[in-house]
């Protein structure tokens, strides 16, 4: 489809799914990039060269959509392909289907750069790497931003300007060496991880609600941007703050801020589309007036990615 490449193909485990009843966001992310190593390889800078040359790619920023929720099982493929290439890096765009309908799954719009693995400071793109992106795709209509705009991030907060605004913090942990790559910075798997974390005690904050009593109604992610502004590594402490950007009819907007807690500096930031569900009927449901009536007194005014 519109010359993109397969990069990866699996099914989706138990394991990776979460208490909703399908694949959490965090591994979405896993995938794309395990996808994005695939490409590179197609492009010219495959494990054995990247080792050689002590460089990867690495996401500056992702844009998803989810559009089918997965379910233990599932059986898909990624596929992906060159959108533009710029003066420090690549767009990279990549979908997730379903095998059996071909039907995209998620979307994933990546900002792409190469850097150095030990420092992870920004390398000029080979004239290897540049040849082999020749090819290019578009971006299909369903892998365009809907609930959210792709506008330049704001300038980077800082952990008194997320106190000074009211957000709430949501999560707080030391990275371990599981969430750690091989040079010992996190994965972009677990800064979606560190989000998805949050979610529980975000509800319970601003609602007072208790996911692990209400069974039959749960919440998932429609669209997500992630802009990653730092590289933490294992042994570092961060702190996430939350607040909430809109309210509308059925979906909702939350602001991420994630610093590292020794310096107040923001590490990445996101901004994720959010619905309520019916476990059961599995499908979107209104926002209950009182609900609404509380969230739309909680919102920050200038919050942003």
Known sequence: MNGMIEVARSSVQTWECDQMGHMNVQFYLDKAD??????????????????SAGVMLRAREHHVRFLREQRPGSPYFLRGGIVAVGDSGLTVYQEMVETVSDKAAATFLIDVECVDVASRKPQPLSETLRAGC????????????????????????????????????????????????DAGFLTVRHFMGIVSDS????????????RSKTPGVGGAALEYRFVYRGQPRVGDVLTLRSGLKQVGSKAYTWCHWLFDLETGTAVATAEAVAIAMDLEARRAIPIPEAMRANLEARVIPGLGV
């Open 34 to 51: 395990q996808g994005l190593t695939a490409l590179a390889l197609e492009l010219g800078l495959g494990p054995t060269q990247a080792r």
């Open 134 to 181: 020749e090819q290019r795709v578009e971006v299909p209509v369903h892998g365009r931003p809907r609930g959210l705009e792709l506008t330049p991030p704001r300038p980077a907060p800082a952990l008194a300007d997320a106190e000074r605004s009211g957000m709430l913090r949501t999560w707080q942990g030391v990275i371990s060496r599981e969430q750690g790559d």
């Open 199 to 210: 979610i529980p005690n975000l509800l319970a904050l601003t609602g007072g609600s208790d």
